[in-house]
């Protein structure tokens, strides 16, 4: 059976989700100079930062919606209160920062984003789009300073870190990486009609 081009894209990016479930949000090796970065549910790997931050938006979210007759008071003092949580999560601090601060600081950043987002919208519709338009480019912006700093400081003084092969942290993604490699060549081969 010949399947669509959409189809089979929609069949490889399955593939490759299913593949990856178990590392995919980890955005880190899996090695001991990240152990404290990582946070380890049964087989999966989860960034632990980006872990506290979604369990804080859903926190803030749910919150904000048990005091929406406050509004305009939560609007005001979590605003005032977000300003210095940004300030210090933001990426050439946050990094320098104690494991148990970014923890504070990263489950604050998203209980108060969370609580914001949430009152914002119930605030009114041009007070909820202004926030989440706010957050989107504040998020751009963040993810862009991130993006330049060098995250391999801890990479270097390990004793792999010279060595041609592949890195130990990375053992793991790289053999998925290549299963998933070999089974979408397979498809491409047989989708072009090259392969039975």
């Not at 053992?171 to 060549?185: H, M, T, W």
Request: proline letters at 3%; one cysteine or more; aromatic letters at 12%.
């Amino acid at each position: 059976m010949k399947l669509s081009r959409l189809t089979e894209a929609v069949l490889l990016w399955a593939s490759w989700r299913w593949r990856s479930r178990h590392f995919r949000w980890s955005h880190k090796p899996l090695c001991q100079h990240y152990h404290q970065e990582v946070l380890h549910l049964g087989p999966y790997h989860l960034c632990r930062s980006c872990t506290l931050l979604i369990a804080g938006l859903l926190t803030g979210g749910l919150t904000g919606f048990l005091l929406a007759s406050h509004s305009t008071q939560v609007l005001l003092w979590g605003g005032l209160i977000w300003l210095p949580v940004l300030l210090f999560s933001w990426p050439e601090s946050y990094r320098n920062r104690s494991r148990f601060q970014r923890d504070f600081l990263r489950s604050s950043a998203g209980v108060l984003a969370g609580l914001l987002l949430s009152t914002s919208w119930l605030h009114s519709l041009l007070v909820g789009v202004s926030f989440t338009v706010l957050l989107l480019i504040l998020r751009a912006v963040y993810l862009s300073r991130r993006s330049h700093l060098h995250t391999t400081d801890r990479c270097l003084t390990c004793p792999d870190y010279h060595e041609t092969e592949v890195c130990p942290g990375f053992e793991k993604q790289s053999l998925v990486a290549l299963e998933f490699e070999e089974f979408a060549s397979e498809r491409a081969m047989k989708c072009r009609g090259f392969r039975n």
